[in-house]
């Protein structure tokens, strides 16, 4: 028997969202693919590497170790405490094993924590450009995004004057992302600092820190806001291993904060999805406990790809690049091709620009609108060398045909 469904039976929660534009364009591009075209696509954001084989061979383990029933909600003890190891060792910041709560990947703790924390009204600033999800994400906790523009001519870090100017007496929590999706810009100590002593003034804010890109940087050290006395007690550490043991498939993220907010999500967690994965899991605590050496090598690479992709962009017309700190991302202003054309054609907008590399050049990015910055574009160069630079080559040779 079918049944019509129509969108009124769609609730208003879901039809306020908008749908993820980096998904959409993957699928785009893998769409073109489909039709025998070749497109290179800059659109994903995930490491082209292979997960390590000792983390997968402990996972071929823990199935044969029967890891197969449910774990604790929060996942297992001893997973949370490699992850509070791995916090002291590498970030000297202490937290017990009962502050963290495991999920499905970074992306799930991010949610759970604003639905834990955000009350309908509450405003959340989002220094932007921003994660396409984190907009999206205060909507479903009913929350007010209250944006906060830093462009290229200030590496996309916001200042201390900007965040004072934002903060109201309704302001609830600042989301920080440090190194930068989409703009792999970071955060040096005084930059943090100077945030800091902001926040310090306001003591019912909550900060949460997305730091899942810290291992893919350049600088030699990453610093969290979390090292600052004045706000420790009320940073949320979000990390996960997708991104520096190329794990994204395995879904593993966890938080770390306050034990208030850890029970409250934990709570939550247990009424919708329960544990994560128990292989998947003990894949990360491998991850989390064995050499690190791969998270170097695949490092190295990215930097070696950030060099590449930088001195290429400088070579197309129209663009004005800075030079990534870390993360996998170019995030290229390109407002001065707006009005240019192509024939008939006329670039409008970033939007009209990225979907003219898409059908001429046959190369995916996704347009910085996605990220609250119209103007700019965003390009992954988590892809082979060559195909970095075939893809620049192309982008140049269509925008020439621009006039």
Not at 114 to 125: K, M, S
Not at 215 to 242: K, L, P, T
Not at 387 to 392: F, G, L, Q
Request: hydrophobic share 40%; charged share 25%; proline share 5%.
């Amino acid at each position: 028997m079918h049944t019509d469904i129509n969108m009124n039976q769609i609730s208003q929660r879901i039809l306020a969202l908008a749908p993820s534009a980096t998904l959409a364009m993957s699928q785009k591009s893998a769409e073109l693919r489909a039709t025998g075209i070749d497109v290179i696509n800059m659109s994903v954001g995930e490491p082209d590497f292979d997960t390590p084989d000792f983390i997968k061979e402990a996972a071929k383990k823990a199935i044969d170790d029967n890891f197969s029933r449910y774990s604790p909600v929060a996942g297992y003890m001893s997973l949370r405490k490699a992850i509070a190891s791995k916090l002291l060792r590498e970030n000297n910041i202490e937290f017990a094993p009962e502050q963290i709560v495991v999920g499905n990947g970074a992306k799930q703790e991010l949610c759970n924590v604003l639905l834990a924390t955000i009350n309908p009204g509450d405003e959340v600033i989002i220094p932007v450009p921003a994660w396409v999800s984190y907009v999206e994400m205060v909507k479903l906790a009913e929350g007010v995004t209250v944006e906060v523009y830093a462009g290229v001519e200030q590496d996309f870090k916001i200042t201390p004057e900007q965040l004072e100017a934002a903060i109201t007496p309704k302001t609830r929590m600042i989301m920080l992302n440090s190194p930068s999706n989409p703009t792999g810009s970071i955060y040096s100590r005084d930059e943090l600092k100077g945030l800091a002593d902001v926040l310090a003034k306001h003591p019912d804010i909550i900060i949460l820190a997305d730091e899942i890109y810290e291992h893919i940087n350049f600088v030699g050290e990453v610093h969290s806001i979390s090292e600052f006395e004045s706000v420790r007690e009320r940073v949320v550490i979000v990390n996960g291993v997708s991104k520096a043991y190329a794990m994204t498939g395995w879904r593993i993220g966890y938080m770390a904060g306050p034990l208030p907010i850890a029970k409250a999500v934990t709570k939550l967690q247990g009424q919708y999805t329960s544990g994560a994965s128990s292989i998947a899991q003990k894949a990360a605590e491998a991850a989390y406990e064995g050499a690190q050496q791969c998270v170097e090598e695949m490092r190295a690479a990215f930097e070696r790809r950030r060099d590449l992709i930088v001195s290429l962009a400088k070579e197309i017309p129209g663009w004005v690049v800075n030079k990534p700190q870390g993360a996998f991302y170019l995030f290229p202003q390109v407002e001065s091709l707006i009005g240019k054309k192509h024939g008939e054609r006329e670039i409008k907008s970033s939007g009209d620009y990225v979907m003219y590399l898409l059908e001429e050049a046959h190369v995916a990015c996704v347009d910085g609108e996605a990220f609250c910055a119209p103007g700019y574009m965003r390009l992954s160069y988590a892809t082979s060398d060559d195909n970095i630079r075939e893809a620049m080559h192309r982008i140049r040779e269509a925008t020439l045909r621009l006039s």
